[in-house]
């Protein structure tokens, strides 16, 4: 397995510090408003080498922190008029909310900012002993990055090749403009905490590196990140890291690319702002993650709303392809010998998972595995149309088990099982498939305000079971200008 490390700009042969154990870290969010589909993005990405690692059987120890006190959320409190753990709590839980609808896993570990604030006093007095860090006449205490001789290796840059001020805070109180704080001296009415160098509050690098050595230890195999996160986040992260404890912070950095909105920076001045709770209010989550994943994800993602549409559309022929798979493989039994047809199938099947796992070796290329679903679904629609009347059962169960099993490892679920639906649900979609158009008007108003319930109660659990299992017993949910409607499918 390649991974490409950004620390060396090249791909690397993937080697775990612990055979078949994988500890891997990925910066959280700064919890101060609803996540954008950028950092969505980022999310999925991780989420997504997280899930493959598990699926070639490594035993993946994920971390991810909430970062719940900063300025963002200091002054976002202030214009609220409430204080800054409440609208961090708010929206911690809003964070996890649109992570969960988003197919996310959650973390082995997701430790908030302000339950650690005693293990980053230890590292910065550690820090401060070795000489990596002082007290400032105005009680900040900053890192002096021209103690680490090694500062510049995660992001490749020089100091003296940088200009100061280009992303980085001067001011009077730093001995070196590029030094960065570590603990902010406390302000008038900001939540603070008392620290050997009186009461203040930790600065966002020290967070994480903190929290990393405190439980996946140093190094860990793979740190992940936006792509804006490497200088100077990481690279500060890093320098801490290396100082404190003689050790780099990870051997494998990881950089999801940015996300553009119809080829255009995202930005509110420009009205293409889109958070992930307002695109996954209209589309199904699993049509957001395939048009994300059909880029690689060190590569920038340009959205609209046009390709979203266009997978939506993909995923449904993903599901309809598993749909007449199975239902064909019902209506046949047709179980004897294989021909020339079933046995390509067959070898379709193989070739899939084959160059499935080929892609994903490589770097993680979600956008050639999907590609690898995609050839395949092509070969069963090429099957079910040539086989006739009388198709194989054991090839078309196989080839719809395998599209699943693939589209899983990607986060992707292509068919609800009847079973595992409320029976009231079954009864009613039933009786929508078996009555005449006037008379299954009420089942279907029915099914809708069950699904718009579920919906509104944040049961989206239940809200996605629905549709799918709609979808699976024949039927199509259409949310349109004027409302949702339930029809019988072509």
């Not at 070639?56 to 963002?72: C, E, H, I, P, R």
């Not at 302000?187 to 996946?216: F, N, Q, V």
């Not at 979203?308 to 022929?317: D, E, I, P, S």
């Not at 080839?399 to 029976?423: F, N, Q, R």
Request: aromatic share 8%; charged share 25%.
């Amino acid at each position: 397995m390649l991974i490409y490390n950004s620390k060396t700009h090249k791909k690397e042969e993937f080697i775990p510090l612990e055979p078949n154990r994988v500890r891997m870290y990925v910066c959280g969010p700064t919890v101060y408003d609803q996540i954008h589909i950028g950092n969505a993005r980022t999310f999925l990405s991780f989420d997504i080498i997280r899930r493959y690692l598990q699926y070639k059987g490594f035993a993946v120890v994920f971390a991810q922190n909430l970062t719940d006190v900063d300025d963002k959320i200091i002054n976002r409190a202030n214009e609220q008029g409430i204080s800054a753990d409440e609208l961090a709590k708010t929206y911690s839980c809003a964070f996890i909310e649109q992570m969960h609808r988003f197919g996310i896993l959650d973390p082995d570990i997701r430790p908030r900012a302000t339950a650690e604030i005693e293990h980053m006093q230890v590292m910065i007095q550690i820090l401060i002993d070795k000489g990596h860090a002082y007290v400032a006449d105005n009680g900040d205490v900053y890192f002096s990055v021209r103690s680490d001789h090694n500062y510049g290796v995660v992001s490749g840059r020089q100091l003296d090749d940088m200009r100061a001020g280009e992303r980085i805070e001067v001011n009077d109180a730093k001995r070196d403009p590029f030094d960065f704080v570590l603990w902010k001296a406390a302000k008038p009415s900001e939540p603070s905490w008392d620290s050997p160098w009186g009461k203040g509050r930790p600065g966002w690098h020290t967070e994480c590196c903190a929290m990393i050595h405190r439980y996946l230890g140093t190094p860990i195999d793979i740190h992940g990140g936006g792509q804006d996160l490497m200088f100077p986040h990481h690279e500060n992260e890093n320098a801490q890291a290396s100082c404190a404890w003689d050790k780099p912070l990870a051997n494998y950095w990881m950089h999801a690319g940015m996300l553009r909105v119809d080829g255009e920076k995202m930005s509110k001045s420009l009205g293409n702002f889109y958070t992930l709770k307002e695109v996954l209010d209209a589309y199904p989550a699993d049509a957001v993650r395939l048009l994300m994943l059909q880029t690689h994800y060190r590569a920038p993602l340009d959205f609209s709303f046009e390709r979203l549409n266009g997978a939506r559309g993909t995923l449904q022929k993903l599901i309809g392809c598993v749909e007449n798979l199975r239902w064909s493989a019902e209506q046949s039994g047709e179980s004897g010998a294989l021909g020339k047809a079933e046995q390509a199938l067959g070898n379709a099947v193989d070739h899939a998972q084959i160059e499935f796992e080929t892609q994903m070796d490589d770097d993680f290329n979600a956008a050639g595995a999907l590609a690898a679903i995609f050839n395949l679904m092509a070969h069963a629609n090429k099957y079910l149309e040539e086989a006739g009347a009388h198709p194989c059962v054991a090839p078309m169960l196989r080839c719809a088990d395998m599209l699943c099993e693939l589209c899983s490892v990607l986060g992707i679920t292509l068919a609800a099982k009847t079973s595992e639906l409320p029976a009231e649900i079954i009864d009613l979609a039933q009786k929508v498939t078996q009555q005449s158009a006037s008379s299954c008007e009420e089942a279907a108003r029915l099914l809708i305000m069950a699904r718009a319930e579920a919906r509104s109660n944040k049961d989206w659990t239940r809200a996605d079971a629905i549709r799918d299992g709609i979808a699976e017993l024949g039927l199509m949910v259409e949310d349109t200008a004027n409302g949702t409607r339930i029809k019988v499918k072509n």
